[in-house]
T-cell receptor, first 113, second 114 residues
Framework: KNEVEQSPQNLTAQEGEFITINCSYS?????LHWLQQHPGGGIVSLFM???GKKKHGRLIATINIQEKHSSLHITASHPRDSAVYIC???????????????FGKGTKLSVKP | DAGVIQSPRHEVTEMGQEVTLRCKPI?????LFWYRQTMMRGLELLIY????????DSGMPEDRFSAKMPNASFSTLKIQPSEPRDSAVYFC????????????FGPGTRLTVT
């Protein structure tokens, strides 16, 4: 079993829909990252969370440390949101001396006009 | 800042040849990471450095792979000899520090070994 599981693997939505991507993990963590990878291949960091909720534009990320679960929401989705969204967790002490992130397999989102 | 710079962007080589991938991290970042991405395995961490020192190379698949960081602004990942199964996209990323900080990724090098 992978330590970081994402669902769904693939998601197709109509423009304007509210989208939720889920990430569950089985290890203790101090930080969780959401990354976006566009069809061109570039990877961009969207959020880093250790608790609660963060919002940036139409993107909202939440994390429940007790339930070992995080969600990424996209409101009013747009075709330009089409990308692969990757969840990654950090097990070490935040700000400590380790660097390993454990990655999920990603969720491929396609938003149709 | 120009972001993380990688070269070349694409590399096609024949099996058995030496391949060198290059990375320039963001100025001021103390940590540098090399990743490999394939369809089958997703993103895998190969090795990471802190203050130019290799910290963990347990992700390097074989002795054919080696990485160096001679100074704070340059790192290389070398594969010698290359094999077709090494075909993948190789990403370099940098962050201010270790410890779960946000990582900034380069555009990647797409390697094809025939």
């Amino acid at each position: 079993k992978n330590e970081v599981e994402q669902s769904p693997q693939n998601l197709t939505a109509q423009e304007g829909e509210f989208i939720t991507i889920n990430c569950s993990y089985s290890v203790g963590i101090s930080a969780l990252h959401w990354l976006q990878q566009h069809p061109g291949g570039g990877i961009v960091s969207l959020f880093m969370l250790s608790s609660g909720k963060k919002k940036h534009g139409r993107l909202i990320a939440t994390i429940n440390i007790q339930e070992k679960h995080s969600s990424l929401h996209i409101t009013a989705s747009h075709p330009r949101d089409s990308a692969v969204y990757i969840c990654a967790v950090y097990q070490g002490d935040y700000g400590g001396s380790q660097g390993n992130l454990i990655f999920g397999k990603g969720t491929k989102l396609s938003v149709k006009p | 800042d120009a972001g993380v710079i990688q070269s070349p962007r694409h590399e096609v080589t024949e099996m058995g040849q030496e391949v060198t991938l290059r990375c320039k991290p963001i100025s001021g970042h103390n940590s540098l990471f090399w990743y490999r991405q394939t369809m089958m395995r997703g993103l895998e961490l190969l090795i990471y450095f802190n203050n130019n020192v290799p910290i963990d190379d347990s992700g390097m698949p074989e002795d054919r792979f080696s990485a160096k960081m001679p100074n704070a602004s340059f790192s290389t990942l070398k594969i010698q000899p290359s094999e077709p199964r090494d075909s993948a996209v190789y990403f370099c990323a940098s962050s201010l520090f270790l410890g779960g900080y946000e990582q900034y990724f380069g555009p990647g090098t797409r390697l094809t070994v025939t």
